[in-house]
């Protein structure tokens, strides 16, 4: 009871602490979180109060303002982290404002998650994600990391093309059928 009480109080601590790079990341990793060096975790994130040691942050990662991330879906007495659903945010991951990342994901190096995107499966290394339609829409190759500017980061965006239906994959060399 005294340790859930002591994660509850660290997490909402962390939630308004001031240093997103030092003190917010700290708390975290007093919590039991798995945290990275050079993590920015912005003001009113929630990472899980009951499992944060199935949490791991990645080197060189921002996570934006408001992203809850969520470890279990389970009601009534608190379970063991068995029950729970690790998440894993690997080096250089660029995580947008008001994201919801849920039980179970593995986002993987470079990707950059769009704000206010429901991550509900595993995420590509190296991809720009984001919803509605959940599916990569570019090929990251300069991660949006500390090292690099925002204009190298969009530059190096390699949108992926969507086919229309009826119409041919963008490098298709075929003519549209009608």
């Known amino acids: 009871m005294l340790e859930q009480l002591s994660q509850r109080l660290l997490s909402k601590i962390a939630m308004v602490a001031p240093g997103g790079e030092s003190l917010r990341p700290a708390l975290h990793r007093m919590r039991g979180v798995k945290v990275g060096e050079h993590v920015w975790i912005s003001q009113y994130v929630y990472i899980d109060e009951l499992?944060?040691?199935v949490i791991s942050i990645g080197n060189n990662s921002s996570i934006g303002l408001r992203t809850s991330i969520i470890t279990h879906f389970y009601w009534g007495p608190r379970?063991?982290?068995e029950h729970a659903g690790p998440v894993v945010i690997e080096d250089d991951v660029f995580i947008g404002p008001h994201c919801v990342i849920l039980p179970g994901v593995k986002?993987?190096?470079?990707?950059?998650?769009k704000a206010g995107t429901v991550v509900s499966r595993n995420i590509p290394a190296g991809t720009f994600w984001s919803t509605p339609a959940p599916e990569p829409l570019a090929k990251v190759s300069i991660p949006l990391t500390w090292e690099h500017e925002y204009d190298e980061f969009m530059k190096g965006l390699q949108m992926i093309r969507k086919s229309r239906p009826g119409q041919p994959a963008a490098n298709s060399s075929k003519p549209p059928t009608n």
Do not use: K
């Open 51 to 53: 499992h944060p040691e």
């Open 79 to 81: 379970r063991s982290s």
């Open 107 to 113: 986002i993987g190096r470079g990707a950059v998650i």
